[in-house]
T-cell receptor
């Protein structure tokens, strides 16, 4: 149980275009989803927290207009990188947290590698 | 602010030897602590977690970790390392107020034959 999928697993796009990454909880309802960014050989940096049906909360320094997050249902959150540039190339990982009271565990997706050319 | 320190950037261990990865945390309240493993190009897999109770926690793949409040540590151990254990290991503490995980910088484990 507690499986989180991401699609696509990797994507290449041209500079200036937008790309959408999907994060799905396959066998549980995720009231909260998180989006992380990971640079090569570095740790995970939390970008934003999204709760189903409400606006995402972005971490300091993360451009909300560039990284659009939508959490429209209890099993799906999307991250759209708008007007992508080479510096946006990175490994993006989502995680999901169930709505069970007192459950703090996050289940991670396999990640999406974005390359902007 | 909460923080996690993993002092070893990388460690090399011979296959079959024991392993200990260090993790120190800074958190004002009772910490919720986690160890994750990440294989190249993959997401994170939870190895074990500590919320309360017995300070020696058993996890998957033969890993264990011990919570020591006096030392603010949560070190990960394995008695005998296998080549398949080569990966990046992350320690994390949960900020329960904001439901956020704060990760350490990771330790890359290399296993030599």
């Amino acid at each position: 149980g507690a499986v989180v999928s991401q699609h696509p697993s990797w994507v290449i796009c041209k500079s200036g275009t937008s790309v959408k990454i999907e994060c799905r909880s396959l066998d549980f309802q995720a009231t909260t989803m998180f989006w992380y960014r990971q640079f090569p050989k570095q740790s995970l940096m939390l970008m934003a927290t999204s709760n189903e049906g409400s606006k995402a909360t972005y971490e300091q320094g993360v451009e909300k207009d560039k990284f659009l997050i939508n959490h429209a249902s209890l099993t799906l959150s999307t991250l759209t990188v708008t007007s992508a540039h080479p510096e946006d190339s990175s490994f993006y990982i989502c995680s999901a947290q169930s709505g069970t009271s007192g459950s703090y565990e996050q289940y991670f997706g396999p990640g999406t590698r974005l390359t902007v050319t | 602010a909460q923080s996690v320190t993993q002092p070893d950037i990388h460690i090399t261990v011979s296959e079959g030897a024991s392993l200990e990865l260090r993790c120190n945390y800074s958190y004002g309240a009772t910490p919720y602590l986690f160890w994750y493993v990440q294989s190249p190009g993959q997401g994170l897999q939870l190895l074990l977690k500590y919320f309360s109770g017995d300070t020696l926690v058993q996890g998957i793949k033969g890993f264990e970790a011990e919570f020591k409040r006096s030392q603010s540590s949560f070190n990960l151990r394995k008695p005998s390392v296998h080549w398949s254990d080569a990966a990046e290991y992350f320690c994390a503490v949960l900020n329960t107020g904001f439901q956020k995980l704060v990760f350490g910088t990771g330790t890359r484990l290399l296993v030599s034959p």
